[in-house]
């Protein structure tokens, strides 16, 4: 039949009705839809495999030490350990609830443990006395000139806070990678590309060309159009990916989760060793600074408890795991790093499954034969001038510019752990989802906390890829919080639609 009353398809003779062009246009829009969650689940599925694995790895690593300490820990210190099994579960804790997210200062809890730990063991070492929280409080602030612990406390604060800044922010690293992914692939499309994919893939069936495929162009020109917001997300996306690669290189590298991690036992017995072995230097240390405690009505137990057997502990290395996980992730990631850009590509040939470009007896929207416009580049910037779709380049997509706010604060945070400083994680239990929407510490808040240590602020420095505006190269970096430049990025558009 005559078709004047298509509103998509060429409107030369058809066999489709106004109903049947309808149905083909939700159709399409259906399918390209489904398309795009498809193609988005497989890289959401490459992304928290690798989180799966790594946080898999790094809770083995960390559980494996617990039992260690648990296992070895009563036949060698006996009632030093048995009396104070609280303060070694209560670290590891800490530890963990740190890895997972929740916003705990590493440091503060290191020298919590310690400082509970020391408290605890010159009681039990000195039975004889009554020593009050008073003395305690007077023997602590002594503690450090006298480094009842030896060098331990010191070393292992450095070490472990590098090991858990760099080991939880690429863990959550992927789930923002993931998640991104997930919203920007349930974005809508526009009414525009919703015409576009029509005429695209069912108004050949309507000419009676059911067989004929798109020609490739025509279907690049089609998919870069619609997806023009998704394809600024690439600047971003390939930050993300090198900042996690690097921080993998961190990971089995200088800040190596496997020989500080799945050691901490050792150091602590290290520790408890030292302080054994100092013992009567020490005290006589603390009674010159803080005074001779009064004798202990209770008399004095024996302290040769303390020892029930030697015990050597030994760390099981996993470090050719930890190798195969960071080669396998950096592998993974490189392949991810052009995603947004080669999407429509792989659409047109795997979805699709258009002409080849120099094919002359493909659909190019009108009829059979060839597709002579040119290709437009990537990206709604370049859009401009699409024959096929009609795009506004002055009106982005806000969901997907939250998005790439997101990758830009995640990118951040993976700069900060590189070279080895904290920033504020939002609480894991509050939200799982990876969206990455936790708050950065304010740069005096940050300052302070980081101040304690000045060796975790100077580290080995392995430079992530240069990137204008991004803050991440260097000690010099900040991170602003996510809700703050959100509300930025809300409010630079919304002021671009008032000047127009």
């Given at each position: 039949?005559?078709?004047?009353h298509l509103?998509i398809?060429p409107?030369g003779?058809?066999?489709?009705t106004s109903e049947?062009?309808?149905?083909?246009?939700n159709?399409?829009?259906?399918?390209?839809?489904?398309?795009?969650?498809?193609?988005g689940r497989?890289?959401?599925?490459?992304?928290?495999?690798q989180?799966?694995?790594?946080?898999?790895?790094?809770?083995?690593l960390?559980?494996?030490?617990?039992?260690?300490?648990?296992?070895?820990?009563?036949?060698?210190?006996?009632e030093?350990?048995?009396q104070?099994?609280k303060v070694?579960?209560?670290?590891?804790?800490?530890l963990?609830r740190?890895?997972?997210?929740s916003?705990i200062n590493?440091e503060?809890?290191?020298n919590?443990?310690?400082?509970r730990?020391l408290?605890?063991?010159?009681?039990?070492?000195?039975?004889q006395?009554?020593?009050?929280?008073?003395y305690?409080?007077?023997?602590?602030?002594?503690?450090?000139?006298?480094?009842p612990?030896?060098?331990?406390?010191?070393?292992?604060?450095?070490?472990?806070?590098?090991?858990?800044?760099?080991a939880?922010?690429?863990?959550?690293?992927?789930?923002?990678?993931s998640?991104?992914?997930?919203?920007?692939?349930q974005v809508?499309?526009?009414?525009?590309?919703?015409?576009?994919?029509?005429?695209?893939?069912?108004?050949?069936?309507?000419?009676?060309m059911?067989?004929?495929?798109?020609?490739n162009?025509?279907c690049?020109?089609?998919?870069?159009g619609?997806?023009?917001?998704?394809?600024?997300?690439?600047?971003?996306?390939?930050?993300l990916?090198?900042?996690?690669?690097?921080?993998?290189?961190?990971?089995?590298?200088?800040y190596?989760?496997?020989?500080v991690?799945?050691?901490?036992?050792?150091?602590i017995a290290?520790?408890?060793?030292?302080?054994q072995?100092?013992?009567d230097?020490?005290?006589a240390?603390v009674?010159?600074?803080c005074?001779?405690?009064k004798?202990?009505t209770?008399?004095?137990s024996s302290e040769?408890k303390?020892?029930?057997?030697?015990?050597?502990?030994?760390?099981?290395?996993?470090?050719?795991?930890?190798?195969?996980?960071?080669?396998?992730?950096?592998g993974?990631?490189?392949?991810?790093?052009?995603?947004?850009?080669?999407l429509?590509?792989?659409?047109?040939s795997?979805?699709v499954?258009?002409?080849?470009a120099?094919?002359?007896?493909?659909?190019?929207?009108?009829?059979?034969?060839?597709?002579?416009p040119?290709?437009?580049?990537?990206?709604?910037?370049?859009?401009?001038?699409n024959?096929?779709?009609?795009?506004?380049i002055?009106k982005?997509?806000?969901?997907?510019?939250?998005?790439?706010?997101?990758l830009?604060?995640m990118?951040?945070?993976?700069?900060n752990a590189n070279i080895?400083?904290?920033?504020?994680?939002?609480?894991?239990?509050?939200?799982?989802s990876?969206?990455?929407?936790?708050?950065?510490c304010p740069?005096?808040?940050?300052?302070?906390r980081l101040s304690?240590?000045?060796?975790?602020?100077q580290?080995e420095?392995h430079?992530?890829?240069?990137?204008s505006g991004h803050g991440i190269?260097g000690?010099?970096?900040t991170?602003?919080?996510?809700?703050?430049?959100?509300?930025?990025?809300?409010?630079f558009?919304?002021?671009?639609?008032l000047c127009?």
């Amino acid at each position: 039949i005559l078709g004047e009353h298509l509103r998509i398809c060429p409107q030369g003779y058809t066999c489709c009705t106004s109903e049947m062009e309808e149905n083909f246009a939700n159709k399409s829009r259906s399918e390209f839809e489904a398309m795009m969650k498809e193609a988005g689940r497989s890289v959401q599925t490459t992304l928290t495999a690798q989180h799966r694995s790594f946080d898999s790895y790094f809770q083995d690593l960390l559980n494996k030490s617990e039992k260690a300490l648990y296992d070895a820990f009563p036949s060698m210190y006996g009632e030093l350990y048995t009396q104070n099994m609280k303060v070694f579960k209560d670290l590891y804790s800490e530890l963990r609830r740190y890895y997972r997210g929740s916003n705990i200062n590493l440091e503060e809890a290191l020298n919590e443990f310690w400082t509970r730990l020391l408290e605890r063991l010159f009681k039990l070492m000195n039975p004889q006395y009554h020593i009050t929280d008073e003395y305690l409080d007077c023997m602590v602030k002594h503690a450090e000139q006298h480094r009842p612990f030896g060098e331990v406390p010191r070393d292992l604060k450095v070490k472990a806070t590098r090991a858990f800044i760099a080991a939880r922010s690429y863990a959550q690293g992927f789930l923002v990678g993931s998640d991104v992914v997930k919203k920007v692939s349930q974005v809508s499309l526009s009414h525009e590309c919703t015409r576009a994919i029509m005429k695209l893939m069912y108004c050949p069936h309507c000419r009676g060309m059911a067989s004929v495929k798109p020609c490739n162009n025509y279907c690049l020109n089609v998919v870069k159009g619609c997806l023009a917001n998704q394809a600024d997300l690439n600047t971003e996306w390939k930050y993300l990916m090198d900042s996690l690669v690097v921080v993998a290189d961190r990971i089995d590298g200088p800040y190596n989760v496997d020989s500080v991690i799945g050691t901490i036992h050792m150091r602590i017995a290290e520790a408890i060793s030292n302080l054994q072995e100092n013992k009567d230097s020490i005290t006589a240390k603390v009674f010159q600074g803080c005074g001779n405690p009064k004798i202990s009505t209770k008399g004095s137990s024996s302290e040769e408890k303390k020892r029930r057997g030697k015990v050597t502990l030994e760390a099981k290395s996993s470090a050719q795991a930890l190798e195969m996980l960071v080669l396998d992730a950096k592998g993974n990631l490189t392949a991810l790093k052009t995603y947004w850009i080669t999407l429509p590509g792989s659409l047109c040939s795997k979805r699709v499954m258009a002409s080849s470009a120099a094919d002359d007896k493909c659909w190019n929207g009108m009829t059979k034969g060839s597709y002579l416009p040119e290709v437009m580049g990537d990206g709604l910037a370049n859009q401009i001038n699409n024959p096929e779709v009609e795009v506004d380049i002055t009106k982005p997509d806000m969901t997907i510019r939250q998005q790439i706010m997101q990758l830009k604060i995640m990118t951040n945070r993976l700069g900060n752990a590189n070279i080895g400083n904290d920033v504020d994680f939002q609480d894991a239990s509050d939200d799982m989802s990876g969206s990455g929407s936790g708050d950065s510490c304010p740069d005096d808040v940050c300052g302070k906390r980081l101040s304690k240590s000045p060796s975790t602020r100077q580290p080995e420095t392995h430079a992530i890829p240069k990137q204008s505006g991004h803050g991440i190269n260097g000690a010099s970096s900040t991170s602003l919080p996510s809700a703050f430049l959100l509300l930025l990025s809300v409010a630079f558009i919304a002021a671009q639609h008032l000047c127009r």
